[in-house]
């Protein structure tokens, strides 16, 4: 199994930065994307930024200018840099892989979540 354990998650005021973290652990043979979803309260999970293992991003339009997506493939992490933070990204953040490793072959894998507030 794949496992993707998250954090740099937290209470922040309105404008300032954090950096969340994910890392992958297991036999992993190749990881091909990783990314960020969110989900806050009383709404769906949603995709906030994703990577590929050449490099490629893909941000959404309501965070572009704001958040970097990045990978380091030899540690088999993502990482996103959230700045000028708004109290509407206030959400539960979700690391998410897929890619194939030696058991159970194909995977797609869900970190546990980390919070992430901002206050106004």
């Known amino acids: 199994q794949v496992q993707l354990v998250e954090s740099g998650g937290g209470l922040v005021q309105a404008g300032g930065s954090l950096r969340l973290s994910c890392a992958a652990s297991?036999?992993?043979?190749?990881?091909?994307?990783m990314g960020w979803y969110r989900q806050a309260p009383g709404k769906q999970r949603e995709l906030v930024a994703d990577?590929?293992?050449?490099?490629?991003?893909n941000l959404v339009d309501s965070v572009k200018g704001r958040f970097s997506i990045s990978r380091d493939n030899t540690k088999n992490t993502v990482y996103l840099q959230m700045n000028s933070l708004k109290p509407e990204v206030t959400a539960l953040y979700y690391c998410?892989?897929?890619?194939?490793?030696?058991?159970?072959?194909?995977?797609?894998?869900w970190g546990q979540g980390t919070p992430v507030t901002v206050s106004s």
């Open positions: 998410h892989a897929a890619g194939f490793a030696v058991q159970p072959g194909s995977f797609r894998s």
């Open positions: 297991g036999t992993i043979f190749r990881i091909n994307t």
């Open positions: 990577t590929t293992r050449d490099g490629s991003t």
